[in-house]
């Protein structure tokens, strides 16, 4: 098992449907001592469960990433119950409902500074401050989505701190290559997650990408999960400051690879392909 032996916390899982969650699943079947952080007492009684599956019980622990005392004690927690830490994962992202509608450039100075809080400097205050007790070669992961490279309806001010989330990852990356850690983003399709219950249209958004990725399917989250894996395991102890998309291809499109009928479905390729 390629994890044996490794240690490390995941931030973000909200349920069992999460990409964060199918990243746990992939680390604990491959060894992994998985510990886990919740919100509030709300998102606790979801995570707790998940945890107890991975016997990680103990290992469950407060964490609201805008108030940087509980940071610290994440910090304090981890090192008295696991030692050195061998990964982390940044699943963490939020923007407050105007910034997802209506015209972006109505989007208010406070709902900015939000977002880009909650969603990319979270990242940079968590790698700073659980710096002290990752192991030399810690792998570093957070999650970013298409949106951050391309215009996506109904995404607004996500994609932005998506942009800037990435962004991090490589400056990070060359920061912290010099300590032998490494930082990386995976940049998933479309799946029904809590926070893309958020996003408008979403429905339409995944048999879109369904239609015209090259594999004509929507991901999972245990594919995004054994990718995750990888990137957080000895297997990629090369690679830093990418961002690897598990997306069924759909990033390299340019253009739609099929015709659609008047009810929207599918109909011929533009090779003439039925």
Wanted: with cysteine.
């Amino acid at each position: 098992m390629v994890m044996n032996g490794k240690k490390g916390v995941i931030l973000g899982v909200a349920n069992d449907k999460s990409i964060a969650y199918g990243i746990a699943k992939a680390c604990a079947a491959q060894g992994a001592k998985v510990a886990f952080t919740y919100l509030n007492d709300s998102l606790k009684k979801r995570v707790v469960p998940i945890a107890e599956e991975f016997g990680s019980g103990d290992l469950v622990y407060p964490c609201d990433v805008s108030n940087p005392q509980e940071i610290k004690d994440l910090c304090e927690s981890l090192k008295r119950d696991l030692g050195e830490i061998d990964f982390v994962v940044h699943s963490i992202a939020f923007a407050p409902k105007e910034g997802l509608s209506g015209r972006f450039m109505d989007v208010s100075k406070d709902a900015f500074r939000v977002a880009m809080d909650v969603s990319v400097f979270s990242l940079m205050e968590i790698t700073k401050e659980l710096k002290p007790i990752m192991s030399e070669n810690c792998s570093i992961l957070t999650l970013s989505y298409y949106g951050g490279v391309k215009y996506i309806p109904n995404y607004n001010l996500m994609g932005v701190a998506k942009a800037a989330l990435e962004m991090t990852v490589k400056y990070l990356a060359e920061d912290l290559g010099k300590d032998g850690i490494r930082v990386n983003a995976i940049s998933a399709g479309p799946i029904k997650t809590l926070a893309a219950a958020g996003i408008s249209d979403f429905r339409f958004m995944l048999k879109w990408n369904e239609a015209h990725s090259p594999l004509k399917k929507n991901v999972t989250i245990d594919e995004v999960g054994n990718s995750g894996m990888y990137l957080l395991s000895d297997l990629s102890s090369a690679v830093t400051g990418e961002i690897h998309y598990v997306d069924s291809g759909y990033n390299i499109m340019g253009m739609p690879a099929v015709k659609f009928d008047e009810e929207g479905k599918p109909t011929i390729a533009w090779n003439g392909e039925k």
